[in-house]
């Protein structure tokens, strides 16, 4: 059984950093396309970061130069770094896998955790 499950999230100041961790079972991270996405309240679930079965990253514009995303194989972990956070950034963090090699889209990802909450204040 695939279980995703994310920590790290909580409450800090705009411009604050904050570290997100997905510990993966059931799965190896390192032979999935593991993402970020995040729901902010009244608003879809939008892409974050990614990073391909090959290693490779990928952002969205909107936190691109601010956010960085990593696996760690031998801990079956992904991270996600953000740091320079705004208001903006205010939203439930989820942590997915995919089989694809690599995707940005919401509909490709078939394993989701149950997110960890994010909030910025100002």
């Known amino acids: 059984q695939v279980q995703l499950v994310e920590s790290g999230g909580g409450l800090v100041q705009v411009g604050g950093s904050l570290s997100l961790s997905c510990a993966a079972s059931?799965?190896?991270?390192?032979?999935?396309?593991m993402g970020w996405f995040r729901q902010a309240p009244g608003k879809e679930r939008e892409f974050v970061a990614t990073?391909?079965?090959?290693?490779?990253?990928y952002y969205s514009d909107s936190v691109k130069g601010r956010f960085t995303v990593s696996r760690d194989n031998a801990q079956n972990t992904l991270y996600l770094q953000m740091n320079s956070l705004n208001s903006d950034d205010t939203a439930l963090y989820y942590c997915?896998?995919?089989?694809?090699?690599?995707?940005?889209?919401?509909?490709?990802?078939?394993?989701w955790g149950q997110g960890t909450q994010v909030t910025v204040s100002s």
């Open positions: 990073v391909t079965r090959i290693g490779m990253p």
């Open positions: 059931g799965l190896t991270v390192s032979t999935h396309t």
């Open positions: 997915a896998a995919s089989p694809m090699i690599g995707s940005t889209m919401r509909r490709d990802y078939q394993h």
